[in-house]
């Protein structure tokens, strides 16, 4: 099952690094974002599924979708 197609304003490609890495790299993209724009995060570490949901809880801002394939973990972020 593949998830829909979510249009996004910012990318972040932080495959093969580890985390915090592209936890940081999402927080500080966030900040700079408008509401209702949206952040797509492309990463390869498995520790970024929980360091995610904590960065969003933190920041209060949405996970529209998630998904893993071939090792990677895709985040559409919603800014609020």
Not at 12 to 34: Q, Y
Not at 51 to 58: A, C, M, N, R
Request: proline share 5%; with cysteine.
């Amino acid at each position: 099952m593949s998830n829909p197609v979510v249009e996004y304003q910012y990318e972040i490609d932080a495959r093969n690094e580890s985390c915090p890495s592209p936890v940081i790299k999402a927080k500080d993209i966030l900040l700079k974002m408008s509401c209702g724009e949206v952040l797509h995060l492309i990463c390869t570490d498995p520790t970024s599924q929980q360091d995610i949901k904590t960065l969003l809880d933190v920041l209060d801002d949405e996970l529209l979708s998630s998904s893993q394939s071939n090792g990677e973990y895709h985040y559409f972020i919603k800014k609020h």
